[in-house]
């Protein structure tokens, strides 16, 4: 039995990693900024600096989920140094108090995403490309050399580079479903843009994999092997969905109604690949986007 201690546990990302390590067998216990109410909790103040390194000694593995949603309204400074903030003061926290603890976890994983390889056109991206350019690219680079402390201290460090996760509670998926189910869903500008995506089952299987995986301590890609464009994208999910896709949205709209999150998210694209997960050894339940889109929307 591994004990396992996970920030961000109530968000879509951690709420599905709890159940799938619980069903394992695994205890699994939760960082919360309020007044625990059970014994598998543990209160954490990432802004204020406030964790009693006590009670997170002697974990097998701690998993960081924490940071606030990127969201699809326009960023402001203010918005954006709310994002910048809960990643990298809760993974500071978390790795400095590691980095003291007399009986460190094996492992920590910290969450971080395919936005560290910027707009990548066509080109498909493995775990050793350099950074790209841009606030999401800039964020990335810093959440991740959050983890440093831990590494220093010998404890075996992965960070997550996560693509889109689709799941049927929620998440990006549900954002996207009104549109196409109303049946005027398309393309966004030309739809040559690239989605990394993951089902959320194989999510979690891949970091339960990476958790019990002696030999990855670096990044690593957490995507399907098969990203798609956003016009190909637009194509299945309509399919899926039995509706019409046929109004696309220019890119000057999305410009002008969401300005850089329209530039860095919408009409940008990463084509990531899995490399060092696949050479690990893990096997993909949904490596297809529509088998993936099926299983989220069982109903449509």
Known sequence: ??????????????????????????????????EPNSDNEIFWNPMKGELDLM????????????GKNIGLGR???????????????????????????????ESFLSSSAVGYYGETGRALVNEGVEPGKGFLSDLCVKWEKATMPAVKAGVKVIQLRSGVVFSAKGGALAKMLTPFRIGIGGRLGDGSQYLSWI???????????????????????????????????????????????????????????LGQVAEEILLSGTR?????????GFEFKYPELEDALKRCLPDS
């Open 199 to 257: 089902m959320i089952e194989d999510y979690v299987r891949a970091v339960y994999h990476l958790m019990t995986f002696e030999n990855i301590q670096s990044p690593v890609n957490i995507v399907s092997p098969e990203a798609v464009t956003n016009r190909e994208f637009t194509k299945i999910l309509a399919k899926v969905l039995n509706r019409p896709a046929i109004i696309p949205v220019p890119a000057f709209v999305l410009k002008t109604l």
């Open 1 to 34: 039995m591994y004990k396992v201690l996970i920030s961000g546990a109530s968000g879509l990302l951690g709420s599905a990693c709890s159940e799938y390590f619980s069903n394992k067998g695994h205890a699994v216990f939760k960082l919360v900024r309020r």
């Open 272 to 280: 990531a690949f899995p490399q060092l997960l696949m050479g690990s």
């Open 75 to 105: 960023w402001t400074e203010k918005s954006k140094k709310v994002i910048y903030d809960s990643r990298i003061q809760s993974t500071t926290l978390l790795s400095e108090s590691i980095s003291k603890l007399n009986n460190p976890p």
């Open 55 to 66: 009670k997170i000694e002697g974990f097998g593995s701690i998993i960081n989920f924490s």
